[in-house]
């Protein structure tokens, strides 16, 4: 978290209100004067003042345009005009204003981004993707990536995992058709990666490769790519279509590509008092 905007309000509990209405801003903090609020790492607040500012814009930005189509309709009462394609910026938004006459600006930018994703937000709402669009991964992007899950914990730190990154279109569609239907999102994304450890650096090479796989679909969704975890890979087939040793692990070979649709709802998950045990 790197700092807060205030804003001075004559009206305190429906500006407060408008943003947790209409935009789904939480409270995330509300002090004797003054309420803050978080739209994903958004952090901005309001105090109770005798004078307004209310210079500058307010922009809240979606991963998506549907979520900015959905602003609309909330917002719709209080914006200026529908949703454009902004072809100057490469953006998709509207602008409204707020019950004390503050510009807000709802968007979408039209291109990738370097990473904004919240931490909450990223262990919520990560997806298993099985489509994707053909636009190829910069080779810079894919180190970005890897170099993020070097931190990843090993047991006594031995770092036995490694990567293979499967640019090949042959050999993608190879291991696509190693487990049927299972395996066959790897065939559709641009390039594969798969996630081997070696057991002669750490005996807990099955856990370390486990981890390392799970860091990099984390670490994949960050910058904005789909992954998706190909379970029972861990074969010789594979590894002879991979050219690796008999006697490593794959933990996973993933697809890896930027997503035909990252707004995928969540599958129904059980209840939090399913998981808790032994209380």
Known sequence: MSGIVFYASRNLDDT??????KLNCEIWLKQEDCTILRHDNFIFGFCKRDE????GIITFFYDNPEKVDRAYELLEGAAEKPPIHNEKYHIYHFFATDPEGRRIEVQYFDHPLNPFISGEKLLT???SQRSFKPDDIPAKLIEKIIDSCRMAPSSHNRQPCYFKIIRDRNI????????GTSSAPIAKAPIAIAIISDPKISQRHIQDGCIMAYHLLLASRVYGLGTCW???MDRDEVKN??????EHY???VTPLGFPEDISKEAPSRKPLIWYLRGK
């Open 241 to 246: 279509i991979l050219g690796i040793p008999r």
């Open 230 to 232: 190909i379970a029972d």
């Open 16 to 21: 407060v209100a408008f943003y947790h209405d």
């Open 125 to 127: 709402e990560r997806r």
């Open 52 to 55: 307004i500012n209310s210079a």
């Open 250 to 252: 794959v933990a996973t």
């Open 172 to 179: 993608c569609y190879r291991l696509s058709e190693v487990r």
